[in-house]
């Protein structure tokens, strides 16, 4: 009984439907969580003692950077379940995540620098957050190529999903190799088991939009997946009678 | 079973042997054009070296990956193989090693020449080599992956460094600090060690990752 709804995820059908339920509802508090977060962080948080107003845009870097990594592994994972439970809705989510999570990490790595012209004094440095980040684009890439490169669907979910739990492997080994290396980047603000070490004012705004960023990953992968759902079941009775509306 | 295999492998890349002299060639031949692309200046050339002479070993290493696995392909002896009941991940193994004993050992053992030739500290070629020695074990296995998952496709050669050259940083990290720390008169042991358990993390992983996605590309 409790398993119910896993097994019922593995439906397309199912979840295409439930999708296009949500979705509205989804970019809507999105929506909110994004204008409210911008609006605190951007006008009502105070501005940092050093940088001033410059360090305002933690607001949108620190979350796409959060989300660029997070969108990774859910991508292993959901590869995972492919693999092992032989899960259609699986194989879709981990490939649907592949161009979102490669979004984030460009849009961390394009924040990043032009946050770092003004404050280092250089758009790029190979320091070693800079250099992981980049690497984990590669790694996005280098996923997209080999999913879009196998003709056959199947071999192509499985050969991804195989290759995003090695990279899944390879990422903490990269990112500690990469600090050890260089590093001029400032420690991590934001961590599970220390007390957070920004100002409660600063830190309000940044959760609320690392909220909203996630949502906003959700209310974008649902369409991907849909897509995805259409695409692949098109000789299924209920999407043709979807096409024919 | 994977004595037999590595046996078959052996005889098989020793009758190529122009394949075999391939990527000795290839390093001998890009790591001298830096030189020409940078500056002839000793000091200069000394300082590059050991990123150079790593990075060209990581190419031809994983250029060499053609001969082991598209030959055998493309004639249906890979997917004979499996069907006879041999296991991927042996293949995947035999592969790997065959791939190291061939084409990476030679490239070590030429090493020390290439070296020379960029003017590299004489204290840091027995770390050039023993940092070699430990790491490109490390990437043939990882290669190993990249080319099971794109063995089936026609052009998978750029596909296959998209795949596997971001994998190969650690590595290369590594490789190329022990290097520059021997040039520097310093103690080079902990990035051989960090070497050394990345080897043994990927003998230990990589295959059945590599024997997985083998079992995938030959599937119909």
């Known amino acids: ?245 | 079973m994977i004595k037999a295999l590595l046996v078959r492998e052996a005889k098989l890349i020793n009758r190529k042997k122009s394949e075999l002299m391939n990527p000795l060639f290839f390093f001998l031949l890009v790591t001298s054009l830096f030189p020409f692309g940078v500056s002839p200046e000793p000091e200069l050339l000394a300082q590059i070296a050991p990123g150079v002479i790593w990075v060209c070993a990581l190419l031809a290493v994983m250029l060499s990956l053609d001969v082991l696995y598209r030959e055998d392909f493309d004639d249906g002896s890979l997917v004979q193989m499996i069907v006879s009941g041999a296991s991927p991940v042996s293949i995947v193994m035999a592969k790997a090693i065959t791939n190291w004993l061939f084409t990476a050992l030679p490239l070590i053992v030429m090493s020390p020449l290439i070296g020379i030739l960029l003017n590299l500290d004489n204290d840091a070629i027995p770390a050039m080599m023993l940092s070699l020695l430990l790491g490109t074990p490390t990437m043939c296995f990882i290669a190993a992956i990249g080319m099971s998952l794109t063995v089936g496709l026609r052009r998978g050669g750029v596909l296959l460094s998209l795949i596997v050259l971001p994998l190969y940083i650690p590595i290369l990290i590594f490789g190329a600090m022990a290097v520059n720390a021997a040039a520097m008169g310093h103690d080079y042991t902990g990035q051989l060690l960090y070497l050394a358990s990345g080897l043994v993390l990927t003998v230990s992983l990589a295959p059945w990752a590599a024997g997985a996605a083998l079992k995938i590309s030959i599937s119909e």
């Open chain 1, 1 to 245: 009984m409790t398993w119910n709804w896993f097994f019922r995820l593995g439906s397309p059908k199912w979840f295409y439907q439930m999708a296009g339920r949500w979705q509205p509802w989804i970019w809507l508090i999105t929506f909110i969580g994004i204008v409210s977060g911008c609006y605190w962080g951007l006008f009502i948080a105070p501005p940092d003692y050093y940088q001033g107003d410059l360090q305002r845009i933690m607001y949108i870097h620190v979350p796409a950077a959060y989300l660029s990594m997070m969108v990774y592994v859910i991508m292993a994972v959901a590869g995972a379940i492919g693999l092992i439970w032989r899960m259609k809705m699986a194989y879709m989510v981990s490939i649907s995540c592949s161009p979102i999570g490669a979004a984030f990490t460009f849009l961390a790595l394009v924040t990043g620098s032009l946050w770092g012209k003004p404050t280092w004094g250089t758009y790029w440095v190979f320091d070693a957050r800079l250099t992981s980040e980049l690497i984990l684009l590669f790694l996005y890439f280098g996923h997209m190529a080999l999913f879009y490169a196998i003709d056959d669907v199947k071999k192509a979910d499985k050969a991804a999903a195989i290759l995003a739990i090695v990279g899944v492997v390879n990422i903490p080994i990269i990112h500690f190799s990469v600090e050890w290396w260089n590093s001029l980047h400032q420690d991590a603000s934001l961590s599970k088991l220390q007390k957070p070490k920004i100002d409660e004012a600063m830190l309000w705004p940044l959760l609320v939009m690392i909220v909203s960023f996630k949502l906003f990953f959700v209310s974008v992968l649902f369409p991907w997946v849909r897509n995805h759902i259409l695409w692949r079941e098109k000789d299924a009775k209920w999407v043709k009678e979807i096409i024919e509306q």
